[in-house]
């Protein structure tokens, strides 16, 4: 593995990441949280719990850079793209099943949903882009084994 390389991916993947948090889901989403007032801690608190959300977002962005180091050989924005809308749409279910349990609107739900596909793309795409190997290292297969 290139740590150099997975470095700077991974701190990319982290401010793609948080940036796209604060525009979709504190912003865009804003009023939409705020139809649900008990879903969410008051504004007044968020400041003390701001730790928290950069450590989730830390976490996510080194092990969503480390699936994409080891399963994306050959890197590219394309393939990190399509691997980040995967995993984008495995945040469905916690989603489905949250929705399922808390008194959430199906506007909500639908952004969430929309949310992760979008932000894991964008940041799987940065990531590819980053993290791609030197084409010496890469591997081609010339013919099909039958």
Same mark, same amino acid.
């Not at 991974?10 to 940036?19: D, E, K, M, P, Q």
């Not at 008990?38 to 504004?43: G, K, Q, V, Y």
């Not at 050989?73 to 980040?84: D, N, T």
């Not at 639908?110 to 030197?134: D, E, H």
């Given at each position: ?10 701190? =990319?993947?982290?401010? $793609? ?25 008051? &504004? $007044? ?30 890197? @590219? ?38 949310? $992760?596909?979008?932000?894991? =793309?964008?940041?799987? =795409?940065?990531? @590819?882009?980053?993290?791609?190997? $030197?084409? &010496? ?5 010339? &013919?099909?084994?039958?």
């Amino acid at each position: 593995m290139n740590w150099k390389k997975f470095f700077f991916a991974f701190i =990319a993947a982290f401010v $793609a990441l948080f940036a796209f948090d604060f525009l979709w889901y504190a912003t865009l989403m804003h009023d939409v949280h705020r139809e649900v007032p008990t879903l969410l801690r008051p &504004e $007044a608190d968020l400041g003390h719990y701001f730790g928290w959300l950069v450590l989730g977002h830390i976490v996510m962005a080194f092990f969503f850079t480390l699936l994409c180091a080891r399963y994306i050989p050959g890197g @590219g924005a394309g393939a990190g793209a399509m691997l980040g809308i995967l995993v984008g749409l495995v945040y469905a279910g916690p989603h489905l099943i949250s929705f399922a349990v808390q008194p959430l609107t199906f506007k909500i739900l639908s952004g969430w949903i929309a949310g $992760a596909v979008i932000q894991f =793309a964008i940041a799987g =795409a940065v990531i @590819g882009a980053i993290y791609k190997p $030197a084409t &010496e290292h890469i591997m081609y297969v010339k &013919e099909r084994l039958r």
